[in-house]
C-alpha cells in the first residue's frame, strides 16, 4: 500500500463547477499535511496546510480525517486558471518525518 | 519573500560531464532539500541539509554528490550520470526540520531539468 493514495485522474470539470479530492495515508502517526498545487513543468507550491478543524481560504476547503486517514479538498467555483495537478504531502513518521508526495490528482477545468 | 532560486534552468550532459546545480535561499531557512522528479511522477527526496550538515541521505547513488557552502546556498554535484536520471531537480527549504511530529512548510525553487544524453 502506498504511504499517500490519491485518484490520478485527470478530473475534467467546467468553470464554475465545485470539485473535490480525496486522498488517504497510511501512517496513522502523521501529523502533518498539506495540499501542494503543481503546474506543468513548473515547480510544488504550497497551497494550503490541512489543520484537524479543517481550514478555507477562498475558494478552496481542506478537511482533515483524523480516524479515516483521509484529507479532502474542495474548490469552488473553479476557474481556468485552477488546471493544476493538485499534490496531497503527508509527514512520514518512518522517514524522520520528511515529506511524502502522493501521485497528484490532476484538473483540467474547461471553458 | 518566500523565494528559493535554482541554476541552471536547464542542462544538457553527456554521460562522461561532470556538472553541478545550484540553488539559494534568503529566508535565513536552516534546512535545505533536493528532490528529484520523474515525468507525471510526484517529488522524491534524495538528500536534506540541516544548519549546513546532511541529515539525510535516501540511498542515492555517489554519482549525485551534494554540498552545502553556507546556511543559504546547496549544491548538487554530477558526475559519470546515466540517462535514466534524466528529470527535474528540485530545491526546496524550511525554516528548521520537523519537530515533535510537525513539519515547517517547504518552499520550491523552479527546479533545473536535466537531460542525460
Known amino acids: 500500500r502506498k504511504e499517500v493514495e490519491q485518484d490520478p485522474g485527470p478530473f475534467n470539470v467546467p468553470e464554475g463547477a465545485t470539485v473535490a479530492f480525496n486522498c488517504t495515508y497510511s501512517?496513522?502517526?502523521?501529523?502533518?499535511f498539506f495540499w501542494y498545487r503543481q503546474d506543468c513543468r513548473k515547480e510544488p507550491k504550497l497551497l494550503m496546510s490541512?489543520?484537524?478543524s479543517g481550514n478555507e481560504d477562498g475558494r478552496f476547503t481542506a478537511q482533515l480525517n483524523r480516524a479515516s486517514q483521509y484529507i479532502s479538498l474542495l474548490i469552488r467555483d473553479s476557474k481556468l486558471s485552477d488546471s493544476a495537478t493538485y499534490l496531497c504531502?503527508?509527514?512520514?513518521?518512518?522517514?524522520?518525518?520528511?515529506?511524502?508526495f502522493g501521485g497528484g490528482t490532476r484538473l483540467m477545468v474547461k471553458p | 519573500d518566500t523565494e528559493v532560486t535554482q541554476t541552471p534552468k536547464h542542462l544538457v550532459m553527456g554521460m562522461t560531464n561532470k556538472k553541478s546545480l545550484k540553488c539559494e535561499q534568503h529566508?535565513?531557512?536552516?534546512?535545505m532539500y533536493w528532490y528529484k522528479q520523474k515525468a507525471k511522477k510526484p517529488p522524491e527526496l534524495m538528500f536534506v541539509?540541516?544548519?549546513?550538515?546532511?541529515?539525510i541521505n535516501e540511498s542515492v547513488p555517489s554519482r549525485f554528490s551534494p554540498e552545502c557552502p553556507n546556511s543559504s546556498l546547496l549544491n548538487l554535484h554530477l558526475h559519470a550520470l546515466q540517462p535514466e536520471d534524466s528529470a527535474l531537480y528540485l530545491c526546496?527549504?524550511?525554516?528548521?526540520?520537523?519537530?515533535?511530529?510537525?513539519?515547517?512548510?517547504?518552499?520550491f525553487g523552479p527546479g533545473t531539468r536535466l537531460l542525460v544524453l
Open positions: 529566508m535565513g531557512h536552516r534546512a
Open positions: 541539509y540541516s544548519y549546513e550538515k546532511l541529515s
Open positions: 490541512v489543520y484537524s
Open positions: 501512517n496513522s502517526a502523521s501529523q502533518s
Open positions: 526546496a527549504s524550511s525554516q528548521d526540520l520537523p519537530r515533535g511530529g510537525l513539519q515547517e512548510t517547504q518552499y
Open positions: 504531502v503527508v509527514n512520514n513518521r518512518n522517514a524522520g518525518n520528511m515529506l511524502t
